[in-house]
Structures are given as structure tokens and as C-alpha cells.
């Protein structure tokens, strides 16, 4: 069961509200929004995850890990001439991601290709549906590029451990492929890329999610567990991060225990 339809079970939702308190959303009036220039919404999104994902490996001398566009490859194997199409972007797209890494350039023919890759994702996502076309709006590009410009070099660099999109072995399975956005030393972190700067329900329990599912099956490929001292959501287009404590959001551990185990029943249909 997949975790939008899990918070939805109205046991769940009963036991949230006993074990969790929302924290107050700490923002300023003062920062500026780098507002969309198209409406390539859902894309630019997309996109977005795909650049700062590849900074982090940058200045965190990281080893990136599989990208859902290369996962794509595998659902288009009976699809001939879709596959090798697909292919030679993501081949043509590697060389430029490790001169990237080199020379830490971003111009436009990187932006460009970072859009490109995340319509192919689309692919994935949609169970195998090209899209209408490859190419690229230049509204996108410039809009990708005011995002870049914004990113606070210091909240992501680290010399701790960081999770690109993890995900938590046996407990994503058991809610259909759950993987967060980032995990970066003790913090579990979100990225939205949305004009408002809003801190909502939905938000919060999907951080929740997130947190619960490591708390189950811990991190995919790592023997040792990591503790989630602190959940957040990257706002984007504001250049902010904002984070909370996790113990300021649990109300005991007994009632957490419980809601984990009651989790775990409505995830498998039990409950």
C-alpha cells in the first residue's frame, strides 16, 4: 500500500494525532521567491531534484548512485528504438555530468540536458509513456538557473554520511517503492519546489513517512543503522531550508512504538 493511501486509514489517523505534534514553521517575510517561469511545474521539479542532487555529489566528493532515468532503460527493452533513444541521452548526458564534477560548470547545454533527463524520469513514473517531444523550453532553462543561484552552499555540504534518495529496504517495499529525497548527516530532508512558502499537514506526514520507514527497515545497501535527529523541507524557489528537532515532534516513545506497529498492520492490510 502506497504511503498517500496509508495516512489516509482513519485509525492512523486517529493514532498521528496522539503521538505527533506538527511544529511551528519558523520563516521570514523577506525572502524572495524565484517564481516559475512556465508552467512546466511537475518538470521543473523533477529537474531540480536531478541539479541539486548532482551539487551535493560535487561538493561532498560523493559517489552518486542509479537515477530513475537510468532505471527507465530496463521498462523500454521491448521498445527498441524508444530504448536507444533514451539510451544516447543518458550516455551523452554521463559525459557532461563528469565534466561537471571536474570543472563544477553550470551553463545552459547542462541545464538543458538536467530537463531532458527529468522528462525521461516521466517515462518511468508513467509506466513507460515517451513523452511528445525532447525538447527543452528556454524559460525552463533560465528558470533552472535561478534556482542554482540561490542554493545555500553550506547547508549541504557535509563530512558525514548523505543518502541520495534512499531508500529503506523491506519497508519501502512495503508501501510500493518509497524513497525520500535526502538524508545528509542526522537530517532527513524534502525538497519542494513551489512558489509558496507554506509548511502543510500533507508535508508533515510525509516527513513522518519517511522517518517511520528508516525507523523500520533503516537505510537500503547500509549495514548500520542511521538516526534521524532532524526532518526538513528544502523550499527551493525561497533558497530555504527549513528543519525541526524529531524529538520535538514525538509525544513518547511507548506512543511511537505503537503507531509504528499500527504502521506496519495498515501498510500490509491488516488493519
Same mark, same amino acid.
Given at each position: 500500500?502506497?504511503?498517500?493511501?496509508?495516512?489516509?486509514?482513519?485509525?492512523?489517523?486517529?493514532?498521528?494525532?496522539?503521538?505527533?505534534?506538527?511544529?511551528?514553521?519558523?520563516?521570514?517575510?523577506?525572502?524572495?521567491?524565484?517564481?516559475?517561469?512556465?508552467?512546466?511545474?511537475?518538470?521543473?521539479?523533477?529537474?531540480?531534484?536531478?541539479?541539486?542532487?548532482?551539487? /551535493?555529489?560535487?561538493?561532498?566528493?560523493?559517489?552518486?548512485?542509479?537515477?530513475?532515468?537510468?532505471?527507465?532503460?530496463?521498462?523500454?527493452?521491448?521498445?527498441?528504438?524508444?530504448?536507444?533513444?533514451?539510451?544516447?541521452?543518458?550516455?551523452?548526458?554521463?559525459?557532461?555530468?563528469?565534466?561537471?564534477?571536474?570543472?563544477?560548470?553550470?551553463?545552459?547545454?547542462?541545464?538543458?540536458?538536467?530537463?531532458?533527463?527529468?522528462? /525521461?524520469?516521466?517515462?518511468?513514473?508513467?509506466?513507460?509513456?515517451?513523452?511528445?517531444?525532447?525538447?527543452?523550453?528556454?524559460?525552463?532553462?533560465?528558470?533552472?538557473?535561478?534556482?542554482?543561484?540561490?542554493?545555500?552552499?553550506?547547508?549541504?555540504?557535509?563530512?558525514?554520511?548523505?543518502?541520495?534518495?534512499?531508500?529503506?529496504?523491506?519497508?519501502?517495499?512495503?508501501?510500493?517503492?518509497?524513497?525520500?529525497?535526502?538524508?545528509?548527516?542526522?537530517?532527513?530532508?524534502?525538497?519542494?519546489?513551489?512558489?509558496?512558502?507554506?509548511?502543510?499537514?500533507?508535508?508533515?506526514?510525509?516527513?513522518?513517512?519517511?522517518?517511520?520507514?528508516?525507523?523500520?527497515?533503516?537505510?537500503?545497501?547500509?549495514?548500520?543503522?542511521?538516526?534521524?535527529?532532524?526532518?526538513?523541507?528544502?523550499?527551493?524557489?525561497?533558497?530555504?531550508? =527549513?528543519?525541526?528537532?524529531?524529538?520535538?515532534?514525538?509525544?513518547?516513545?511507548?506512543?511511537?512504538?505503537?503507531?509504528?506497529?499500527?504502521?506496519?498492520?495498515?501498510?500490509?492490510? =491488516?488493519?
Amino acid at each position: 500500500m502506497a504511503i498517500n493511501q496509508i495516512i489516509k486509514n482513519s485509525k492512523l489517523k486517529e493514532e498521528f494525532e496522539k503521538t505527533f505534534v506538527m511544529p511551528k514553521f519558523i520563516s521570514t517575510e523577506e525572502l524572495e521567491c524565484t517564481s516559475p517561469l512556465s508552467e512546466n511545474y511537475s518538470l521543473m521539479g523533477t529537474a531540480f531534484d536531478y541539479l541539486l542532487r548532482f551539487y /551535493i555529489t560535487r561538493i561532498n566528493k560523493i559517489r552518486d548512485q542509479e537515477w530513475i532515468s537510468e532505471k527507465t532503460l530496463a521498462m523500454l527493452k521491448y521498445q527498441t528504438n524508444s530504448r536507444t533513444k533514451v539510451k544516447n541521452i543518458i550516455l551523452k548526458f554521463k559525459k557532461q555530468y563528469d565534466k561537471y564534477l571536474n570543472d563544477g560548470l553550470i551553463d545552459d547545454s547542462l541545464l538543458e540536458s538536467i530537463i531532458i533527463l527529468a522528462k /525521461i524520469d516521466g517515462i518511468f513514473r508513467s509506466g513507460g509513456i515517451m513523452p511528445d517531444s525532447f525538447e527543452t523550453d528556454e524559460r525552463d532553462i533560465e528558470d533552472l538557473k535561478n534556482l542554482a543561484s540561490i542554493i545555500p552552499i553550506e547547508k549541504f555540504r557535509t563530512e558525514k554520511i548523505c543518502f541520495l534518495n534512499p531508500t529503506f529496504g523491506n519497508a519501502s517495499l512495503m508501501v510500493g517503492g518509497g524513497d525520500a529525497d535526502l538524508i545528509i548527516g542526522e537530517s532527513l530532508i524534502d525538497i519542494k519546489t513551489t512558489k509558496d512558502l507554506k509548511f502543510t499537514k500533507d508535508y508533515f506526514l510525509q516527513l513522518v513517512s519517511y522517518y517511520l520507514l528508516n525507523e523500520i527497515g533503516g537505510i537500503s545497501g547500509y549495514k548500520d543503522k542511521i538516526e534521524i535527529n532532524k526532518l526538513g523541507i528544502y523550499f527551493s524557489r525561497h533558497g530555504y531550508l =527549513f528543519e525541526f528537532d524529531v524529538k520535538d515532534i514525538i509525544i513518547s516513545k511507548e506512543q511511537l512504538q505503537k503507531f509504528i506497529n499500527l504502521y506496519i498492520d495498515v501498510a500490509q492490510g =491488516f488493519a
